[in-house]
């Protein structure tokens, strides 16, 4: 079984300042990926940036990397240059399975302050 | 632009009826889930398909049921709603190629009274 835990329940950033939200991950599969989406509160799940868990690099879209540490099993995501617009709770989740199906952690709530 | 649209936004149902959830993707995906979001749980995995008429069960099935008989559609069943159903539910759907990110619905806030 895979298991996602995000330890941030909130996060709190000054705009125009950076901001780790961290994310550990369980799984005992050796191919997997790990995928963080912003969730704004309209409601809509947007999809952010992906990591395989064979890839060497970190990943990177825009204003978010997302730090990948294989040995211990962490994927946090990078937001630089925090915006107003990026006040959201984000998740981050793990896909394997045969349909590579998704676990999601509890999420992060995100407030960019003025 | 790709989509995934459920068939409602708000649902109030009474306790004891039977609910369906309805969800379409126009992206030809394999893959469709349905996925329930509880303040402070995340989303959680009720029953997936990877296939038209394949169905495997989530992580908290207990309560919900599924059909799948178009690769376009996959709905929810709550046979008997209960009050501990009232939560958001969330459709998402994919491709086979696990790099490729899932695509939300909207969500629908499901209350049962």
């Known amino acids: 079984a895979q298991k996602i835990t995000q330890t941030q329940p909130g996060m709190f950033v000054q705009e125009k300042e950076a901001v780790t939200l961290d994310c550990t991950y369980d799984?005992?599969?050796?191919?997997?990926?790990l995928f963080w989406y912003k969730q704004p509160s309209s409601g809509e799940m947007i999809f952010l940036i992906y990591?395989?868990?064979?890839?060497?690099q970190n990943a990177t879209e825009g204003r978010y990397s997302l730090n990948f540490q294989k040995a211990r099993k962490s994927a946090n995501l990078v937001i630089s240059a925090s915006q107003l617009g990026d006040s959201a709770m984000y998740f981050c989740?793990?896909?394997?399975?045969?349909?590579?199906?998704?676990?999601f952690g509890s999420g992060t709530q995100l407030t960019v302050l003025p | 632009d790709v989509k995934v649209t459920q068939s409602s936004r708000y649902l109030v149902k009474r306790t004891g009826e039977k609910v369906f959830l309805e969800c379409v993707q126009d992206?030809?995906?394999?893959?469709m889930f349905w996925y329930r979001q509880d303040p402070g749980l995340g989303l959680r995995l009720i029953y997936f398909?990877?296939?038209?008429?394949?169905?495997e069960k989530g992580d908290i099935p207990e309560g919900y049921s599924v059909s799948r008989e178009k690769k376009e559609r996959f709905s929810l069943i709550l046979e008997s709603a209960s009050t501990n159903q009232t939560s958001m539910y969330l459709c998402?759907?994919?491709?086979?190629?696990?790099?490729?990110?899932?695509?939300f619905g909207q969500g629908t806030r499901l209350t049962v009274v």
């Open positions: 398909s990877y296939d038209v008429k394949m169905k």
């Open positions: 799984t005992s599969d050796q191919s997997y990926g």
């Open positions: 989740a793990i896909s394997s399975g045969s349909a590579r199906q998704l676990t």
């Open positions: 998402a759907s994919s491709p086979p190629l696990g790099s490729t990110e899932a695509f």
């Open positions: 992206m030809d995906h394999e893959n």
């Open positions: 990591q395989g868990s064979y890839d060497e």
